[in-house]
């Protein structure tokens, strides 16, 4: 190794320093360099293969200082941290943060000016991060661009989504690097707002497979008062550069000193199970900061939601959705709203009988016929109740039958407006008991000029968090930045949705079969997801018979979705009356827990499948999920995760041989069979399809 | 007329539409007319003089569609109003608001779209406004210019200001208007924040005097949810075109229909009293929107301030304004912080023996070490003290010495942050009973690349107007947009500085003599001014003997002030100690009211003098207010406004024979004097003097 680094500085660039650190499993080797002109640079390799070859850092200042080249080290340190915490909500109990570290002090020879650079290794990667360190004269500064590279060093496979600034919604590309182009995608996704402003402009996280089987992730971690960072490729050279979505004026991040960026993060793997098992986004967080977490729960719910979803009826209560800037006392209910007292009641009811922990009611609040589209300022206030909509009966009635409520602000976008209105809107919420809240950003943003992921938003969804966290709220957001960790500082940010949900299935093109075998390696890297699984009715026809609409999965899946896609916050989404149908598998969803002891994933090939067992934190019970992708699946799992010497009883809801999830989605069958840790089974997933399995010790 | 009128039509273009509407004084003649293009012009005339020239009229779309050619007109009617109404606060008890209206109704022949178009014709001049009205398909649409054209018959002397998005604290200048140049001003006036854009652009009010003896002016009236105007001119052929602040992405105003644009205004007289004391901008607003108005009081104060701006304390604790990221409990007290415990204590004491109502204290709370100039966005958080303001110790001593505490929101222009603390700020100030607000905004503003005077601000102040109403609080902004007469439709918006106040004397180049015989004719005909009069201690260097900065009056002048420039918010701005050197000339400001049962205006030239009359709202006390520019002025002032058979004790405030502004500004005299309706008095003003009198009847 210490050769093939010799060689690589004689012949690549003449350095004038160097240094490289280890993972604790040493499999993976970081170098940092600085070149002659005083360029810092960093290199990965992995197993002594290469994965990053030399890719500088910098940051461009609006001043017209460029923090990239002209540096000399003025000192450099290296550590080795090994520490442990407990997440509030988890995967597991206990997360284990393991890391050696090195830490750099830059100073440009010219201007003087102090750059900081700091670099992880763990053992599922690479993290580093600039950091400005105080300086008196230079409180205040302005970031117009940073130039981080990636240089990759082959035209790996990689799973891809457009570099949108305003959202996230898409399906997966499954591409070679060299075949990325965001301009020949079909667009007529069912994404309302796109702001796609270059061909080879990619989101991270962004996930690749090498051909010789390396399996690398490309993300950031702890994005706090700072952009989105997406990614530019060049696709002849396999260039990766940092893109950060800009602010109205076309400025990137208002900073000053002391402060850092976002950890930059590189996940390398031979097994992908390490990258979807990696805790690295999350150990890179700051700890948890609010002192009294007993409020922070995990919560299963229903909500009266997908039924607008499906058409059955509508947020709105005249069922106009046009602007007819009739006042709400004007307004002739069109008789289809959804969120009547009456209706509350019907799932309150189901969810109490289920023992489901909450209910969402979206469209409970005034503003609906005219919230869409039109990048209107004053869509909604957040404390008026259609006149359908008794809070105080239902408040009344739910706390008589022990379910919670769940809050939902749609902000439209208009984020100016529910800062207005966020004090108000969280007073109400108190005032009935409201332990938690949806929020959603359908729509261009306001202020104008704003993206959802410039550093205005990210800065937004995470006030929001805290003011949330202020209160002892709850908070899942629809439609924000996706994470990157922040829930380990603000554990009350439950979930978040940030990516394209199940809910594309009742009226776009859907997602894939596909998509939720990418999930795990993508968007919920950075945090959970309210995903809304549970869809038992999958196809549209059934509320419709001119439609063509379905979610691409079977019955089962829908279920092993609870176990593969980890969120403490799990919706059963389908209707009440459509789980009456299928009691049997609607009890996996009763019995599944949101948070967990342990998880340890058994099998897993992004696009391909996944499956994961997970030890309820309160029991010895244990769940598995596994699911595939539009391809049948046959595989063995061995159960020696499971304690010696005990037995249990293992409930299967697997996909009936008939079935799969284009021309026979709903056929499942339940089998019973007593099992070990010695145990293997045979699981058959059909296309499309999937397994849940509930594990409970036999006393 | 008529004639005149034909000839016009023949001779200036073809018309398909032409109506004239006069004043009911018949003093003023408007004419509108579509030529035959179908463009809407209008023109003014003044007994018979031309005022304004033909001008267009048009709106320019951001789809692209120009609302300004091609029209026909499809309806156009005619109406006369006479009402009167009652202001709760203001410079006289009862508004006759008197016009003859045309309302004329265009369509678009190729697009079909709407578009009317509304004048009222005033005996003080005349206004239109353009207006949206609902069309189903129509809703929301974006403005990206207004084409208004004023069109003026001659290079009139001005008064103007420069065409700055951002402030309007400039001193005028008085030259023809051929003359104006943005580029040849002396911009080192003491202006923190400039945003200039353009050598011709001026602001509104612009003043003007013809050279046959007409005063005009240029206005506009309720400017809500819409940019400011400002008036790009053409200095060869005197063409003022509007010119609409811009957001942070360029466009102009986003509406949706039905919507109405601001009144635009044009006053002309033969007399320059009759634009001073003009009603016709308030009464081009909307009525009073508060139901319950018996809290809106009149008030003066006293307050924590000038001490600040003449350097004897600091508004922060620290005393050192320089942006150290140090958390207030580390700050070390520099002992120069004026909002403590102690010092307030000193002005209510100081306040309650003099009867004022109110003490504001500014710098009471944190973050004043680091709030200027940065572009901060979380500078103040509005509830927190500092460590040496014992907020509920003042709270209980001056309820105990009966004075109102009136709170301080300073914004630094970070209106984003003010929005999202501002529900818990006013909370703050409903638990200690403060009545009143003072709010400020010095700074670029966040949401960044919005100006000041943007739609985004001027929808900013008046939803702050909007809150503090709906909890029973007034409101006085600095640093805000210049009012237009919003303050009928929300009283509580007692007053707004928004102009150069006094306070440019402490540390700048100041005010110049003329200053004050200006803005009546300009800044105050939106809205009462917060200007801060009565500095007793002229001269700066009473402080510091380095310091050369003074007042640009004399003693004498500085009460007047608070006749002549009406406000219902007044301000005894100069130190408690000062004032115990002078209590016999401090005697007229604790006497003079600020409400008032009438005003009549004597006498007025803009730059040169103005002398004002006015009546007690709650007694049968006159009060009249004389001050002059730079030159000093000998007038006699008849006083058959008192009522007959009735004698009064005229107590005179004059300047001291040897009293000059710049030479001996503090000497002045006190003389008593029983008058009646009959009497006339010799008022003798040196340069940049005045006089002032209380008139109290002797029973």
Redesign the interface.
């Known amino acids: 190794m210490k050769n093939l680094f010799i060689i690589l500085l004689l012949s690549v660039f003449q350095s004038i320093y160097a240094q490289e650190v280890q993972s604790p499993s040493k499999d993976i080797t970081l170098k940092v360099t600085l070149n002659d002109t005083g360029e810092p640079l960093y290199s990965v390799f992995y197993k002594g293969k290469e994965v990053i070859k030399p890719s500088k850092l910098g940051i461009q200042l609006k001043s017209g200082i460029s923090l990239s080249r002209d540096f000399k080290v003025i000192d450099s340190k290296q550590n080795s941290i090994d520490e442990n915490w407990t997440p509030v909500l988890g995967e597991q109990a206990s997360i284990r943060n393991r890391y050696n570290e090195l830490h750099i002090q830059l100073k440009q020879n010219q201007t003087n000016k102090l750059l900081n650079i700091s670099f992880r290794v763990f053992n599922e990667g690479v993290a580093f991060r600039y950091e400005f360190p ?1 300086e ?1 004269k230079v ?2 500064f302005i970031i117009s661009d940073e130039n981080t590279e990636f240089n990759l060093t082959g035209n790996h496979k990689s799973f891809w989504i457009p570099g949108d600034f305003d959202s996230q919604e898409y399906v997966y590309n499954e591409t070679k690097l060299s075949e990325i182009d965001n301009s020949k995608l079909d667009l007529n996704n069912g994404i309302a707002l796109k702001s796609i402003e270059s061909k080879y402009r990619i989101q991270s996280p962004l996930m690749m497979k090498s051909s010789d089987g390396l399996y690398i992730n490309i993300f950031e971690a702890a994005v706090n008062n700072y952009p989105v960072m997406h990614l530019d490729l060049n696709p002849k050279t396999f260039q990766l550069t940092s893109c950060l979505v800009p ?3 076309g ?1 990137k991040a ?1 900073l ?3 402060s850092v960026t976002p950890w930059r993060t590189i996940m390398v793997s031979d097994d992908a199970r390490d990258i979807v098992a990696s805790k690295m986004i999350l150990n890179l967080n700051e700890p948890n900061k609010i002192d009294d977490t007993s409020w922070i729960k995990p919560m299963k719910y229903m909500g009266i939601w997908w039924e607008m979803h499906v058409g059955i009826s509508t947020w709105d209560y005249a069922g106009s959705q ?4 009739v006042s709400t006392q004007d307004l002739i209910p069109s008789g289809k709203h959804g969120a009547t007292t009456e209706n509350t009641k019907r799932y309150i009811d189901f969810a109490a009988k289920h023992g489901f922990d909450g209910v969402l009611v979206e469209g409970w609040n005034v503003g609906w016929e ?1 919230w869409f589209g ?4 004053d869509v909604f206030d957040f404390i008026t109740p259609y006149p359908d909509f008794n809070i105080e009966e239902v408040y009344k009635y739910a706390k008589s039958k022990g379910v919670k409520m769940i809050m939902h602000h749609e902000t439209s976008g208009s984020v ?1 407006n529910y ?2 209105h ?3 809107a969280i007073n109400l919420m108190k005032h009935y008991e409201y332990p938690a809240v949806k929020s959603g950003y359908v729509g261009r943003i306001i ?4 993206f959802h992921d410039g550093q ?1 938003m990210v ?1 937004h969804y995470n ?1 929001v968090a805290q003011r949330m966290a202020d209160n002892k709220l709850m908070l899942n957001s629809h439609e924000s930045t996706r994470p990157t960790g922040y829930h380990r500082t603000y554990p009350n940010y439950i979930a978040a949705e940030a990516a394209r949900g199940n809910e594309f299935n009742a009226w776009s093109t859907g997602n894939p079969p596909a998509h939720e075998t990418i999930l795990p390696f993508t968007r919920l890297l950075g945090g959970p997801m309210d995903y809304t699984p549970g869809i038992f009715e999958i196809k549209m026809s059934a509320y419709d018979p001119n439609k063509t609409e379905q979610v691409h999965t079977t019955l089962a899946k829908q279920l092993a979705l609870y176990v593969t896609m980890y969120s403490p916050l799990q919706m059963a989404a389908d209707l009440p009356q459509n789980y009456e149908k299928h009691l049997d598998a609607f009890q996996f969803i009763k019995d599944v827990p949101a948070d967990w002891q342990a998880s340890i994933y058994l099998e897993a090939e992004p696009g391909d499948y996944i499956t994961v067992a997970r030890k309820d934190k309160n029991s010895e019970n244990w769940f598995l999920g596994a699911i595939t992708d539009e391809n049948a699946r046959t595989t063995e799992i061995k159960f020696n995760f499971l304690s010696p010497n005990k037995k249990y009883k293992a409930t299967i809801y697997q996909d009936g041989k008939d079935a799969d999830w284009k021309n026979n989605p709903k056929s499942y069958s339940i089998v019973s069979k007593t099992i070990s840790n010695k145990t293997k089974l045979k699981l058959n997933l059909v296309a499309g399809g999937g397994t849940a399995m509930s594990i409970v010790p036999i006393d």
Chains 1, 2 share one sequence.
Request: glycine share 2%; aromatic share 14%.
């Open positions: 105080f008196d409180n205040y602010n109205a004026i400025d208002y000053r000193t002391p046009n602007a007819q800037n005219d039109n990048w209107k300022e100016a800062e207005r966020l004090d108000r202020p104008r000029g704003e205005t800065n006030f």
